[in-house]
């Protein structure tokens, strides 16, 4: 790891200050980013540390919905009642994130931030059409996940909120990779309020993507066949030692039949 | 020659796995083609008369092959498995069961036979057994223990020959300014030959011990027996304890010091007259998902034979971790290096390893024929879990993966592996019906 200065943000103003001044980074839950400054795969020369910034934490439930803040680590999540009773999907993917060590410090800011390919929580936001709310506005999830590693955040911007509206039904099954267990493919399927399906895949490709076939064939009929009956393209699909980018796409349509069934 | 990819060398049951592999998968494929029962072709080939002189210079002393498959099966509940292959069937599962029967030569070696076979050193094991004048003991080994529990079965032995508690015998291993010169910790040989030093050291105690019992009981050397911690004549109530010995040994004021030295302090080197034969069989049962080509293991059974046993605990340890080390070969390890040498499984982000959740409960046994040519009885149980298991992992994989058409796969049958097979098994049956 390479020297770096560290900065204790005191407030989310303080905290975009720092991160323009500096042209540094945002530390949220670190297991992402540390790992990465670990292997020196990332260098920033300054972290603005946002673990004191108490109003970023924590969870509030609505009639219609749930909003959880950035700085809100996966294993409260997973251990809300109110999650648990507002969008059970939500708290059973927040459980299966990681180990038990990555769940107690790794954050949803974090997670979305950082896009992993294969991480979990965009497949939620992405699936259930949530909303990040930043210092400087609301980003749609359909325009949040840009790219590999790559979202729609502003050097000085902070996501301080992830709000998502109850579905109809919602469920995430995930595929672990054998060795690291992150997603080799997860799919969240969700159906809305108003009755449209959204299919969000993680693991898959470069960066998180709704699947249009599926959400075509569960718009007509939401069962495990119709999904199963999908036949997903590989192109453009992730491949490695532990699967094809073929592969990948017959796991899609069989774990999104899994989560419909599931839902 | 150059290479970039990175140096191999033996590993736990080295050439065992790899020889068991190769003819169980063919005993299984060779039931499978005459619609004999697994158990039965193995049966018809189980060698029964002792000891057998094989075409390849080994002779197996003694074992007893149906014992243990017979336990495997009883701990396999084969009886059941066709009706859990149905209920597996009918969640659209497939089901299979393998067996391998394994031999395995242990306790190496004779130094003359593997001098003959190319060996640059002697493979004898070196012990010294150190009475102290309070009577507890020090064992210096030249086998070295990282985790098999010598210090525990070591100290088994000696408490137990010797008659002293076993918390007042310390083990030394491993510091070659202690140790006398031996040979180290492989081929599941301490205690077969480590151990037997041992034995031999402490012959050596027991004999000197008798000499000064004698003296100080006024009776003849071989009137003298030694038993339960004590040096008595024979026949009647006289006796002195392992302890007052020891003292005596120090403490030579009333002893034969025109005959005897001072002191009890024995080493011995044992080299052994033959290898020793472990055996065994291991059942495995396999439940895969033909969606996504995932196995899981379902049930694992092994009985083996590895002689007298010292500490079924350590046994039984062994036997899990040889068992988890074999289904992590068969199932997930896999070192992988792309077209340009670059290694892509260089860290556990991409190396699987099996971890508890991908392990069923490992049920183990043992039947004991013990070896017959050193005095411990021992053969040896540090490789056997990781020789039998892969086989019997495989051929539970073929076993079910027979009814969709694939009729080989190589390890490790990765989930995407397997997905793969069964997709090119129902291409070729497709092409074969349309022919």
């Known amino acids: 790891m390479y020297a770096f200065e560290w900065h204790r943000a005191t407030s989310i103003a303080d905290a975009s200050a720092a991160l323009a001044r500096s042209g540094g980074r945002a530390l949220a839950g670190g297991q992402s980013l540390i790992a990465a400054m670990r292997l020196r795969l990332a260098q920033p020369g300054t972290l603005v540390d946002l673990a004191g910034i108490a109003e970023l934490r924590g969870i509030r439930t609505s009639t219609d919905g749930l909003t959880i803040g950035a700085m809100t680590r996966h294993a409260d999540v997973a251990a809300s009642a109110d999650v648990k009773r507002t969008i059970p999907a939500v708290a059973a993917l927040a459980d299966g994130i990681g180990d038990a060590q990555i769940r ?136 490695d030692l532990h699967g094809s980018p073929e592969y990948r796409a017959h796991l899609v349509a069989v774990l999104a039949g899994r989560a419909v069934a599931a839902a | 020659m150059f290479t970039n990819t990175v140096p191999v060398d033996a590993y736990r049951g080295a050439g065992r ?74 969640r659209g599962k497939l089901r299979g069961i393998g067996y391998a029967s394994y031999i395995e030569a242990c306790g190496i070696a004779p130094s003359n036979i593997a001098g003959a076979l190319g060996a640059r050193a002697g493979l004898y094991e070196a012990g010294e057994v150190r009475v102290h004048p309070t009577g507890s003991i020090t064992v210096f080994t030249g086998s070295h223990q990282h985790g098999q529990g010598h210090e525990t079965t070591f100290a088994q032995i000696v408490a137990g020959r010797l008659g002293v508690p076993v918390e007042n015998v310390d083990v030394v291993h491993g510091d070659t300014g202690r140790v006398p010169f031996g040979m180290g910790t492989y081929g599941s040989r301490s205690l077969s030959v480590g151990g037997t030093a041992l034995y031999k050291a402490m012959d050596k105690i027991i004999a000197k011990g008798r000499k000064i019992a004698a003296h100080l009981l006024e009776a003849s050397e071989g009137d003298i027996e030694f038993a339960d911690g004590k040096f008595t004549v024979a026949g009647t109530d006289r006796s002195k304890t392992f302890g007052e010995i020891a003292l005596t040994a120090y403490v030579p004021h009333n002893y034969p010091l025109d005959k005897l030295e ?62 988890v080390q074999g289904i992590g070969q068969a199932l997930m390890e896999n070192c992988v290096y792309d077209a340009d040498g670059q290694l892509l499984s260089g860290s556990l982000m991409d190396y699987a390893l099996p971890r508890a959740h991908d392990l069923p409960h490992i049920a183990v046994a043992t039947k004991v024929t013990p070896c017959t040519h050193n005095p411990l009885g021992a053969k040896g149980c540090g490789e056997a879990g990781a020789i039998g298991a892969p086989a019997a992992l495989m051929n539970a994989v073929h076993d079910a993966l027979a009814p969709v058409g694939v009729t080989s796969i190589d390890m490790p049958v990765s989930a995407h592996r397997v997905w793969r097979a069964i997709a090119q098994a129902k291409r070729a049956g497709a092409s074969v019906a349309h022919a």
């Open chain 2, 262 to 323: 001072p002191g009890l302090n024995e080493t011995a080197f044992y080299d052994p007259t033959n290898f020793t034969f472990p055996a065994g069989t291991h059942i495995c049962e396999v439940e895969i998902d033909p969606d996504t080509g995932v196995v899981e293991v379902e049930r694992f059974s092994a009985c083996d034979d590895f002689g007298n046993i010292i500490n079924p605990m350590i046994v039984e340890g062994q036997v899990h971790g040889g068992v």
């Open chain 1, 104 to 239: 107690n410090m790794g954050t949803i800011g974090g997670s979305i931030a950082t896009n992993d390919p294969a991480a979990d929580w965009p497949a939620a936001v992405l699936g259930l059409a949530a909303t990040v709310t930043t210092n400087k506005r609301t980003i749609p999830a359909d325009a949040f996940f840009t790219g590999l590693y790559e979202t729609a955040l502003a050097g000085d911007e902070i996501i301080t909120e992830v709000a998502f509206r109850k579905p109809g039904r919602a469920a995430y099954v995930k595929f672990p990779n054998p060795a690291s267990r992150f997603a080799l493919v997860g799919v969240f399927v969700a159906q809305l309020g108003d009755g449209s399906v959204r299919v969000a895949v993680s693991g898959a490709g470069p960066c998180v993507f709704r699947s249009a076939p599926l959400e075509a064939a569960l718009s007509k009929s939401f069962t495990q066949d119709a999904a199963r009956q999908v036949k997903i393209a590989s192109d453009g699909l992730n491949g």
């Open chain 2, 17 to 90: 796995p790899e020889a068991t592999y190769v003819v169980e998968r063919l005993v299984h494929q060779a039931a499978v083609h005459m619609g004999i029962a697994q158990d039965e072709i193995r049966r018809r080939n189980f060698i029964r008369s002792f000891p057998h002189q094989t075409p390849v210079a080994l002779s197996y002393d003694i074992g007893d092959y149906d014992a243990c498959l017979d336990e495997a099966m009883r701990m396999a509940d084969v009886a059941g498995f066709e009706s859990r292959r149905a209920e597996s069937k009918r």
